[in-house]
């Protein structure tokens, strides 16, 4: 009586290329879950100037920026856009102007001229 063979694994029977193209894609997925866990913590624990005003450059020094305002004009209010921060002023004959500044540095970004009665 011939003694049988021994019964083969599935796994064992897989070309050895399969076998390090699974252990490349496994080490590559490990990889994208350590970038991406490291770029979420440097996000969250880095302090963001979007959204809020900043009141200083990021070299930490303060600014101070005048802008040069028609006589008599007054702010009608002030916003945040992206990462930008608008002011809204009205002139004494009723046009409107926007003022686009840039809170890193208070720089003047630009202005939007409104003709009067366009803004209520």
Do not use: C
């Not at 009586?1 to 997925?29: C, D, E, F, G, N």
């Not at 209010?77 to 926007?98: E, K, N, Q």
């Amino acid at each position: 009586m011939a003694s049988p063979s021994p019964a083969r694994t599935p796994h064992a029977s897989a070309p050895l290329w399969l076998k390090v193209l699974v252990i490349v894609m496994s080490l590559l997925i490990v990889v994208g879950f350590v970038v991406v866990a490291a770029e979420l913590a440097r996000r969250i624990s880095s302090p963001s100037t979007l959204g809020s005003p900043a009141t200083s450059t990021s070299s930490g020094a303060s600014f101070a920026e005048r802008i040069t305002l028609p006589s008599g004009a007054q702010v009608v209010s002030v916003g945040t856009a992206a990462d930008r921060i608008t002011v809204h002023v009205r002139a004494v004959d009723g046009r409107s102007t926007l003022y686009i500044l840039d809170p890193r540095n208070g720089a003047l970004l630009g202005t939007v001229d409104f003709p009067s009665g366009a803004i209520r």
